[in-house]
Each structure stands twice: as C-alpha cells, then as structure tokens.
C-alpha cells in the first residue's frame, strides 16, 4: 500500500512547560490519557464481546429464532466501541501486528461454510481453498499437510485456518467469521437486505438445514471464544503495567508520533481509501467493512468518532462513564490555538457527514444500495464522509509539522491517490 511521508523541520516538541506555554500539558500526560482510554475501549469490546458468547451458547443449546436474533444483536452492540479503536493501529505495532486475527477483511466465506455456488466465486489460482467449507469437511489437505479438523476449536481456526497457506483473504477467525456465521451471504446484490441465515441452521435432527448443524455450532463457539481470549489479551496490554502501554510511555515525542500516525493513517488511507472510495470506484456490494449483516455504515461511524475522543482526550463507555484527561487537543492549542479551532471543527465536520451516511443507512437506505453505479445520492453521502477524512487529515499533517515530529508516516490508498491504479 502507498504511504504519505510527512517530514518537518521544526524542532523537536519541548516536554518541559515555558512562559508562552504555561497552559501546554506534559507530553506524558497526554499520553497517559491516550492509554487510559485504549484500556476503557479495549476492556468495554471485551465486555461486549463476552455478552455475544453468552448469545451465541444459547443459540447453540437452544436454537431458535429468537435465539439467533439475540446472537445478532449482540454482535452489533459489539462493533460499537470495538470500531472506535481502529485509532491504535499503524502507531502502534502491538496493536496492528494483532488487529487481523480480530478484524480482517473482506474473507473468502468458503473456507468456512456453505456458500451460494451461483454468485460465489470459488477456487482460483489465488487461492484454492476458497470452498473448502470446514463445517462440512472433518479432514482435509492443506498446504500439502493432512489437518484433523473432526474436533473444531479455538486452536485449529488460529493455528491451520487463519491465513491458511499465506493466503489474506483465509479468514478463520474474528469479527467477520463470527458475523458471516450468524447472518449467511448477502445474496442482495445493490437491493436492501442482509445475510438471512435461518435459525434452522444451528438446529438439531431433522429441523437441520444446510447440513453438519453441530460443526457449525461448534465453529461459532470457537470462533466466539477465541475472539473473547483475543481480547482480553490486548486489554491487559493497555493496563498499567502492560506492553502496549510501557512502549507508548517510553519516548514522549515518539509516543505523540503515534497518536497522529494512528489518526491520519486511518482517516486517510485506511478509512478515506480502502473503505470508502475504493467500493465507490468499483461500484461493488462486496466492499463492504460489515458486508454480512449491513452494518458498514455503523462502522464508518464509530471509526470516524475513535479518531474524534482520541483527539478530544474523551471517550464515553458503554455504560456511560466517561474517560478524560490532558489531550492532544489542549497540546496544540497551547502551541497554535487557530490550529486547535481547525482541528476540532474538521473532526466536527467529518461526525456530522458521517452521522448522515449512518441516519440515511439506519432510516432503510442500505450501503449496498449506495453503491450502485449512478446512485447519486448514495455517492453523495460516501463522498461526504471520504471528503471529510481527507480534509482532517490536512489538519493533521499542520499539526505534525506544529508539533516538530519528524518522520511521520500515513498510511495512502490507491483509490486516492491513483485511481487508475485500482482498475490495472
């Protein structure tokens, strides 16, 4: 992926007040914030993910409609505050070298389950295991090595499955394998709908559709278990005491240098670029961040606001409370008020078109429709969002050269910055 190197001249950020910098808060202060609120956020997707395997073991031991909406609802509730910590990768190499066992996408669903054999595009020269359908295939080569996948667990889908033969899209585990189990393919193409997996799926005896009802289960369980040891892991990490949190604090300007990274990389590269105008320029349902269940639009949503409260130095939990302190916000107003204003308002600016995308997504008009090549309106609300990360990232690169931090690097995109590239 292409990269935007920032570089300044200016001198390296002071960590000790001034005079004309009697209101700047310690480096180490800000920082300390910013892990402060990475442990909330981590610890509230723990929680969260630990009520969605509670959901997902009664679907298991009890399937039934209700049962599996349950599953689903709690899913969504999940993505909420886990989004808003998409911030912390790029600057963080503890937290990006972790983030695809969690997170990845877009996944060949093949590899896990059953598939529509009209619409699914199967084995290729780029990866032929993209139907090798676990749930229904006990043993199998791959890699050219026999794997015993009678019993499925946690182990198996982290250690054989996930990425399977150095392939990206061999996703086994996180989110996106949890969703495509509970919600089926979108078989909607640019019409309104999500996956409609039936209940009947996790049902036992006769009632089973799609066949090997209790590999599936017992996929989902794993895949739902292991999401929540994931979890708890990196929130320890952030904890006092915790790598992710000691390698922050150990270099104040190194440390702020991962805040911006991790703010500009993904409003730009990540967000602007690859999940946004890239489904735009190819008009394609699929590219689509939660494309099982249509829930892109709240993904976008809570990117977008993880990038806002790191800023602000304020983040509000799931429960309410809120987690504040010294901020990157009152860093830089110290230094260059005007600055600060900016900054705020482009943040502001970028909430506001992104809470229109999520309204319009939330009030029936589903992201898959926004796609559709000629759909003006739907081009209009994404433009809105993608052109709004770009401006913030502008701010952010002043801020870069304000604070004198050198070296910098955000993440670029093809579908910013050629185009034509992504068509080749």
Not at 102 to 113: F, K, M, Q, R
Request: net charge negative; hydrophobic share 40%.
């Amino acid at each position: 992926m292409k990269r935007i190197f920032l570089t300044s001249t200016a001198l390296a950020l002071s960590l000790s007040a001034t005079s004309s910098l009697a209101e700047a808060p310690q480096a180490n202060a800000v920082l300390d914030t910013y892990a402060d609120i990475a442990a909330a956020k981590y610890e509230d997707s723990l929680i969260t993910a630990q009520a969605l395997q509670a959901a997902v073991e009664v679907l298991i031991a009890a399937p039934s409609e209700a049962a599996l909406l349950a599953a689903r609802t709690a899913w969504l509730a999940a993505r909420a505050p886990y989004q808003q910590t998409e911030v912390y990768r790029f600057g963080n190499a503890i937290v990006d070298d972790w983030e695809g066992k969690v997170n990845a996408w877009p996944l060949d669903e093949g590899l896990i389950d059953y598939v529509d054999a009209g619409s699914y595009v199967g084995p290729s020269d780029e990866n032929e295991y993209a139907s090798l359908n676990v749930v229904a295939t006990p043993k199998f080569e791959l890699g050219g090595q026999m794997v015993d996948a009678t019993q499925i667990t946690p182990t198996l889908l982290e250690t054989a499955l996930q990425e399977a033969d150095g392939i990206e899209s061999n996703v086994a585990t996180g989110y996106h394998a949890i969703e495509f189990l509970l919600w089926g393919q979108d078989l909607h193409g640019h019409d309104a709908g999500a996956g409609e997996r039936p209940w009947t799926d996790y049902a036992t005896g006769d009632a089973c559709t799609g066949g090997h009802c209790d590999r599936r289960g017992d996929y989902l369980k794993a895949a739902t278990d292991l999401l929540v040891s994931d979890l708890e892991w990196m929130t320890a990490q952030w904890q006092e005491g915790g790598a992710a949190r000691a390698e922050l604090m150990q270099d104040g300007s190194a440390g702020l240098s991962a805040m911006l990274t991790g703010m500009g990389s993904l409003s730009y590269g990540e967000q602007a670029g690859e999940r946004m105008r890239l489904g735009l320029l190819l008009n394609d349902p699929e590219e689509e961040h939660d494309c099982f269940s249509d829930n892109t639009h709240n993904s976008h949503y809570y990117d977008g606001k993880g990038i806002q409260n790191v800023y602000l130095g304020s983040y509000t939990r799931v429960d309410g409370s809120v987690v504040s302190g010294a901020s990157l916000a009152d860093l830089v107003a110290a230094k260059d008020p005007a600055l600060n204003v900016e900054m705020t308002a482009r943040l502001d600016e970028t909430m506001q078109a992104l809470g229109a995308l999520k309204a319009a997504a939330d009030g029936g008009f589903a992201y898959d429709q926004m796609l559709e090549r000629g759909n003006e309106k739907g081009e209009a609300l994404i433009m809105g969002g993608v052109n709004g990360l770009i401006a913030q990232t502008k701010s952010i690169e002043r801020i870069v050269t304000t604070l004198g931090l050198d070296q910098l690097e955000i993440e670029g995109s093809d579908s910013l910055d050629a185009p034509n590239a992504v068509f080749q």
